[in-house]
Structures are given as C-alpha cells and as structure tokens.
C-alpha cells in the first residue's frame, strides 16, 4: 500500500471543524493562574498593607527572590514541584509568565492556530543564564532586575496599575465622603520613577507583542528562572506524552503550542521549553496526547539524547558557578489651608544615599535587591522611590520630599521577598542609623527671616536636635538647631517638615553601612 504524505497545514484544513474544548486540567491550571496572578497583583498595588497581611507569602515563593534569600525550603519546594509536575511554576505561580499567556490568548483570537514548532536555542538560553549568575556574583544589580520575570511584573504593576487603581480608589473616597461615608480615604498619585516607568512600559509592550505573536518566546530564550526550571522538567515525572498509535499527525498540538515545543512530526516534545499549560491536550481531538508518567520503554516523546547530555553538561557548569555565588552571597499638596500654593520641596544633593533601614547597607541591597519594586509600592510613607544612579538602577532609596521614615514602620522589611531589606521590629527601627542630618545655615529661616522655628528639634523622635542661640553672647539672638549625629538615626523628620523651600535647611546624608545607635 502507498504511503501519502500530507503536510500539516494541509490536514489541519481537511480536519471537520469541531468547538474549541478546554480539557479539566487546562480548566485547573486556568482557575490557579488567575488566582496567583490577581493576588500578586493585589499586593503591588494595596496601599493599606492587608491584602500583604495574608498574602506577603506569594511574593516569597517567586524563584529569584527565593535564590536571593537563600530560602532552601522554598527553592528546594519548586525544584520538587517541576520535577513531579514540570514547569508548572511558569504556569501558575509566576506573574509575567501568566501575563503573556493574555496576551497569547488575544493573539490566538485574531489567528487560530498561529504557532509552529522551532528548536531550542539552548546557546542563548544558558548564555544569558551565565550573564544572570555573574550579575549576582559581582553585585550587577541594573543586569538583574532587567532579566529577573518576578521584578519586571512588579515594575509594571508598581508603575502603570498602581496608579489606575489608586484614580478609582480616589474617586470612590470622593463619592462615599459626599455621602458622609468615610470609609474610604484618598491617596496621592504620582510616578515614583521616570525610568523606572520608562522600563516597563518598554516591558510591557515588547513582551506583550511577542507573546501575542509567538506564546512564550521570552520564557524560552531569555528568562534565566525558565532556563533552570527547564533543566529540571525535562525528568518531570508527569507530563504531556504523545500516543503515536493515535495521533494522526494533524500538527493541532503544535500550531497551538504557545512555547513552540511540539514537534508533531517526529511526535516529539522538548520538556525543557514545556510550560505544563495544558493546551495541546484541549486541541487534540483524537485524545492522543495525555498528561501522565512517561515509561521508560517509550523515548518516541523524548528528544535526541545527545542533546539532553549536552544541556544537562551546559546546565552543571553554570549551577556551579550559581552555587557558588550563592555562598559569596502628582503634585504635592497645598498645606496651608489653600491661601497660597506651596512651593514643592527638591531632593537636596546627597554624597552617600539613603537605603532602607534593614537593608545594612548599601552593597548588601545592590547585591541581593532585584528592583521588583514591592517595598516602593508598600511604603506608606512616600518615603521610597526607585533610584535612577546606573549602579543602581530601579532599587529602592529614602528621599523626604513626601514623608519620612516614621519609627513604627517596618513595612518595606516586611514585604522583601529576596531579603536585600531584612526583617525588623519597631524596636530594632528606632536603633538603625542609616544616616544623620546635616544643618545648613544659609536656608534656616530664623536666619534668613528672622523668625522662630524650631521644627526640626520638635518633630525629632530621638530628641538629636536642639534649638540654641546663634550668638553665644546674645540671649536675643534667633535659635538655631545643632545635630547630634550619634542619636540620629536618619528618619528624615527635620528634613521633611522643615518649612524652607525649595531646600530645606536640615537634610539627611546616608550611610554606607548602618549602625547601631
């Protein structure tokens, strides 16, 4: 009997057309991910602090947050969970990956059957791994929060959602305070970052194109955290496997892989690139395709060996080096009644930074911190913005032009996932010196106005300023507030309530590395 051959495109078009099922595991996996995804969400653009209460925990179990903080159970629960079930952390559990899935959903409405299988491009794949791994050996904060899928969703709900939701949340405050309701309060809205917003923008839309047009692209070739998971799912002990006896090598599967891992001509799939979404066993319409353990006597739906001996020696090269790293380590408003516009305060020149009390210092938050931007969104002070200094890039500094630092909130310590600010109490706050204030003369109102303040030494909540004379040898003369550097712990009260403009007269520089006072 002649054997005919039929491409693909061709069968597919010779195929009765049937309605798009969606399988229960696909179903499931939808249910979670909007689930995972909506309270990651929740917790950048929360303003209060409760929805962080009950779900800080999501933000923890992100991959490089958890590598960062060297959290063992966490890291050695999502190995555990990709080599039972494969990389469904990609899936379920990471934001930016759930966020291109949208958009591929979009994509897949305006072109059914829109994807094709290609091969791995494993040369880039671990390139950029290795790129990752000396990043965070050698404290390349900026390379890292670019490649890092955690922070880049963070950046784009701190940045473009925060924003929205806090529109909506004012006018509700609006509508419910007209109804002498008041439980709702409004919030200021402003951009924390001009590049930080700028990055993920650019973010967005470059990974909104590409998974609109080919699925996971980045998850596949970019994205160190689908690289390692990659490694691990290739030996998943379930996962999708494909019965020859019934495929009819239609190439459904493939032309709705969104990770571009299914090669139905050779009826064989590259676990490594497989995301566990479940899709191809909701397009198979002849069951062919089954999420289950693979025996060992069927290799039809492995790839060649020879390349999983090469990825597995690319991948130990690189885990070595990663262990070892491991181990190396709006406007402001007008306050005076509206009589007169306030002029806005500007951020006075700082020779050292401020960084997060419990950050211990300025090394140790460049080289764990991933800019994800939790502790900026979290702050309910005003107090952090991402910092626009190239070593820096998009990591958290203290500036008082909104807010200070306030002695009783230990949020951003809270609310770190990769443990570049680490936990600390109320007591531990009001200790931490992460820098001291500097007095300068030529802003000070009872100088240039002649006129009494005293702000500063009011508002101190460590009492390391005091009003004196200005002439030792005149009573008369206007006070004049002098600094005691060893109880002052940087809070930036002075700074922030010091009524000079655009300067004010009293700001705080930062310290290297904290102390304890």
């Avoid at 960062?68 to 930016?96: E, H, K, Q």
């Avoid at 070892?324 to 406007?331: D, Q």
């Avoid at 032009?401 to 009001?430: F, H, M, N, Q, W």
Wanted: glycine share 6%; aromatic share 8%.
């Amino acid at each position: 009997m002649e054997k005919t051959t039929v491409s693909s495109r061709e069968t597919v078009s010779k195929l009765p057309k049937k309605s798009s099922k969606v399988s229960p595991l696909q179903k499931l996996r939808q249910i979670v991910a909007f689930v995972s995804l909506a309270i990651v969400t929740l917790l950048f653009l929360d303003f209060s602090g409760t929805i962080q209460q009950w779900f800080g925990w999501m933000a923890k179990i992100q991959f490089l947050p958890a590598v960062l903080a060297m959290n063992v159970f966490v890291i050695a629960g999502l190995i555990i969970l990709t080599i039972i079930f494969g990389r469904l952390y990609c899936s379920v559990i990471c934001p930016l990956g759930i966020m291109q899935d949208i958009f591929a959903w979009f994509g897949k409405k305006a072109k059914k059957n829109r994807y094709s299988f290609s091969p791995a491009k494993n040369i880039l794949r671990y390139v950029l791994l290795a790129v990752m791994v000396i990043s965070i050996c050698f404290g390349f904060g900026v390379i890292v929060a670019l490649l890092a899928p955690y922070s880049a969703y963070g950046r784009i709900a701190q940045s473009l959602l925060a924003p929205i939701w806090q529109w909506g949340n004012n006018i509700l405050a609006s509508w419910a305070e007209a109804h002498e309701s008041y439980a709702f309060y409004s919030t200021d809205i402003w951009i924390k970052g001009s590049i930080t917003f700028a990055v993920a923008v650019a973010t967005l839309l470059i990974l909104g194109f590409l998974a609109w047009r080919n699925g996971r692209t980045y998850c596949n070739t970019i994205c160190p955290v689908g690289t390692v998971l990659g490694f691990f799912s290739k030996f998943s002990y379930l996962k999708p496997v494909i019965d020859t006896s019934k495929c009819n090598s239609c190439g459904l599967c493939a032309r709705n892989c969104k990770s571009a891992c299914i090669n139905s001509k050779e009826h064989s799939i590259d676990y490594s690139r497989c995301v566990t979404c479940f899709d191809c066993i909701g397009k198979c319409h002849k069951g062919a395709i089954a999420y289950k353990h693979l025996k060992l006597a069927d290799t039809s739906a492995l790839p060649e060996n020879n390349n999983i001996d090469s990825s597995r020696r690319q991948f130990l090269s690189v885990a070595g080096i990663l262990a070892t790293s491991a181990l190396i380590k709006a406007e402001e408003k007008t306050v005076d009644g509206g009589l007169a516009a306030i002029e806005d305060k500007k951020i006075p020149l700082r020779r050292t930074k401020i960084v997060p009390p419990g950050a211990l210092s300025i090394n140790n938050l460049a080289s764990h911190c991933t800019a994800c931007q939790l502790c900026v969104a979290s702050c309910p002070n005003g107090v952090l913005r991402p910092s626009t200094d190239i070593d820096s890039l998009m990591q958290p500094e203290s500036s008082y032009e909104r807010g200070y630092c306030r002695p009783e909130c230990t949020r951003c310590s809270e609310v770190c996932p990769t443990g570049a600010i680490k936990l600390i109490d109320e007591a531990d706050k009001s200790s931490i010196q992460i820098g001291h204030a500097v007095w300068v003369k030529a802003n000070c109102i009872p100088l240039t106005d002649g006129v009494e303040c005293g702000n500063c030494a009011r508002h101190c909540p460590t009492g390391a300023i005091t009003m004196v004379s200005s002439d030792k040898d005149n009573d008369e003369a206007p006070k004049i507030p002098v600094v005691n550097t060893e109880a002052c712990i940087g809070c930036g009260a002075c700074e922030n309530l010091c009524p000079a403009r655009p300067f004010s007269a009293i700001y705080v520089e930062g310290h290297e590395t904290h102390r304890i006072i």
